[in-house]
């Protein structure tokens, strides 16, 4: 039994089309392992992410929580209304301090505590991070350090 032309044109567009949704379904399956989602301290205790799960959670660092063993450093990032206890391994960034936002990458432990494995710091007095800007705005918590309302009169 011969193939006539309209058969194989047929049965190369119906590969052609195979090898296009297996190329999306390999591509959108990379992107999936790729993917990290951002959680506030309240997120994270209403959601409860699984320990496999990458993520970044952002907040700001409580003031007295800070505690050095060695390399390791622990801390709380607040939102204000949740806290979450951080462990991370490494060397901090320089701007790196108490009160002051910060965003964290990296996966939930068995013992709830948040193992970082990357920290980044806030660039100047000004710039806290917009995820983490967000999140306190979120849960009514923010209070903006901006400037001097314009009702006010200047001095002499």
Known sequence: MAMTRKRRRLY????ALLGLCAGTALVLTAFQDNIVFFFSP???AAKKPTPSQRLRIGGLVEAGSVQKTGT???FVVTD?????KVAYTGILPDLFREGQG???EGHMGADGTFQA????AKHDENYMPREVADALKKSG???D???PAATEAPSN
Do not use: H, K, M, P
């Open 12 to 15: 190369f567009i119906g590969l």
């Open 42 to 44: 309240t997120e994270v």
């Open 72 to 74: 390791t450093v622990s």
């Open 80 to 84: 204000n209304a949740n806290t979450l």
């Open 102 to 104: 910060v965003v964290a």
């Open 117 to 120: 494995r990357e920290v980044l």
């Open 141 to 143: 918590r923010w209070q």
């Open 145 to 147: 350090g901006g400037a």
